[in-house]
């Protein structure tokens, strides 16, 4: 095992849990139509993006939570297929804060892009 992958592990994993809630109203924004967990898992996993793929579990809380604080809103349906499905949709102050958040991202993004290119002033 190489020295590094610790460390590497724990950096992926404390990324991706600052950015989950970021990408999971950014699928619910980007849909016409309230999702259940497995479809935003299915979209996620298009992305190709090993941090997001296979890990519909870990969903599940940062949707409750993003429903608590009136990101999302959800519901739930019957399912002919198996037990009731519960659906989300983003509301209108989790559109507000979505914009809010992707400019801070695309912000920090490019700070960090700066420093690790060396572009210091």
């Not at 600052?18 to 479809?39: D, F, I, R």
């Not at 102050?93 to 993004?109: F, I, Y």
Request: glycine share 8%; proline share 5%.
């Amino acid at each position: 095992m190489d020295d590094t992958e610790p460390h590497l592990k724990k950096f992926q994993k404390e990324l991706s849990a600052g950015t989950v809630s970021l990408v999971l109203l950014a699928v619910l924004g980007q849909s016409n139509e309230a999702l259940y967990g497995y479809q935003i898992a299915k979209r996620l996993e298009q992305t190709g993006d090993p941090l997001l793929v296979g890990k519909q579990s870990a969903l599940y809380p940062v949707l409750r939570n993003l429903s608590a604080s009136g990101l999302a809103q959800s519901h739930v349906e019957p399912s002919v297929t198996g037990p009731p499905r519960r659906y989300y949709r983003i509301t209108e102050l989790g559109r507000q804060a979505l914009s809010d958040w992707a400019d801070t991202w695309r912000t920090t993004r490019h700070s960090v892009d700066c420093v690790l290119e060396g572009n210091l002033r």
